[in-house]
């Protein structure tokens, strides 16, 4: 059945069973759950009504034990620490060493530190995966076809969305924190790898039957204001080290200093400034990649040349961001994950830098998300297709190596979405006729930025007009792709064979599209 | 003109191509192709190849390719450069401008 963005969406990805008895549906188009009711699905759990001093266990294996974790449980994981992470790796070991197996992990996302996990999914002990970000090993492996089930990947939002609604219950959350207190109250901050928040957990400690918070600062009674509550908390294990702390924050990204991507960032700044929502009080995201940090740079001045200062901003935070603040041109920083230390440092100080969580953040199935109120967000891709689909998870190759995070989230909830992106990387043609994966459905992309020249969704005629009367020249995105062929060839489609190894999740949990095994290349 | 050592040319930089040929007097060319864009453009680097040694009168040897993205006139350039590496004569300038070097 082919879905609203083309995509041929197979039985047996519709047939993949929910734990909640939903079943998947084709994606329809953007909106398309509004208004729809849905029953939240609930956990199970313990009851701690006798006085007691303490929650710790001496390591993670008891607490394994003591969670009763077993064949076929699904265990849940966050990803504040990025690529510094050791939890998901020290929690899996113990569990693959305890002889279980049939496990399913559901990540907010998982990475290149966890490589590792690719042995356990080719051993068959893990047999699911449902995660926003795979790359490294471990996309290698589900690409060859070695998952016995296809992996689920969501975005930040429909994760959550996810959880609430029971498509994926997590039998036993094992949550890393920089501090923690014996009853289970944990913090980004104070400890010996800091994240600054917690927000992609905070889920996962509301709709898991067993959480245990594992730390490797203990702090005194009570941990407060704390990110995962204590109320929600298990049990609580100390460990000499969470992960790595130089990659859990890195130092701030550098302000790129490429001239193609200065071109696009300015260019992308004085797009926005052309649009209507570009007025005091406006609200506004990026991403942390070359360009997309740039723009901060280019739209300081132009804010300034207008008299108008910006009311908040989300996402993932940077120091750049964290800077515009201090110069007194942002009200609020609204934060869901922190990129560089300088975030982390700007939210341990900073009273109007504030903590959220991934649902008050991104999920479309809540009362209303910051992304529903974005004016703007300025995003990159991988791939652009020219329906405007864009595809950040499948590379060239065909293989998984990406995350959608947030990206159809706030594509889809901001009023003005930009992809910013060079027309071609090396021989790979970003704009293209048809993306490999589509992740980011066409419907809630408007504009695509590139060192060729400009392209606006003719869907959007009041994105178009404005951009008109501001005399900012811009193009149908098929000359974009036609001019990126003509510079790198048309490529041939890739080979893949039937096994479909992952389904991506619209942010409303109808399927986007499906990932299949790839095909080693026969020339 | 022939080739009669091991030409190498290119680097194995992004967007480069690494081409080496070595003379054998028979067998026809046995090609051996690495890239980073082999799923979506081995075919036209091969044929790109195979083109270019076709009109530089190559027809036994073994070819090395480690392309990690080039476009085809680098790979043109490569190959061609390789030939007249492997053929010795890049001391005395006797290339076939706008002859076979095209």
Known sequence: MKNSVGREIPAEALAVELKNGRKYEPYQGKGYRDGKYIKKAGPTTKIYQKPSESKLLSSIREAVIACGVKDGMTVSFHHHFRNGDYIVNMVMKEIVDLGIKDITIAASSLGDAHDPIAEYIEKGIVTGIQTSGIRGKMGDVVSHGKLKTPAILRSHGGRVRAVEEGDVHIDVAFIGAPTSDEYGNARALGGKGDCGVLSYAVVDSEYADKVVVITDTLVPYPNFPPSIHGVNVDYVVKVDEIGNPKKIASAAARMTQNPRDLMMAENTAKIIAATPWFKDGFSFQTGAGGPSLAVNRFLEPLMDAKGIKMAWAIGGITAAICELQRKGKVGKIIDVQDFDTGAIEDIRTNPNHFEMTASEYANPANKGAFVNKLDFVVLAALEVDTDFNVNVITGSDGVLRGAPGGHPDTAEGAKCCVIVTPLTRGRMATICEHVVTVTTPGDCVDVVVTDYGTAVNPNRKDIIEALDAAGIKHVPIKELQEKAYSMVGRPDDLQWKDKVVAILEARDGTILDVVREIKPYEI | ?102
């Open chain 2, 1 to 102: 003109m022939e080739l009669k050592a091991v030409g190498t040319a290119g680097t194995l930089e992004s967007s480069d191509v690494m081409v080496t040929l070595e003379p054998r007097t028979s067998g026809g060319i046995d090609l051996t192709l690495e890239s980073s864009v082999i799923n979506q453009y081995g075919r036209q680097i091969k044929a790109e190849v195979l083109a270019s040694l076709e009109r530089l009168g190559v027809k036994n040897a073994k070819v090395i390719v480690n392309d990690h993205g080039a476009l085809d006139c680098t790979i043109k350039a490569r190959v061609e450069c390789a030939f007249y590496r492997g053929c010795q004569c890049d001391m005395d300038g006797r290339f076939d401008w706008g002859g076979v070097i095209r």
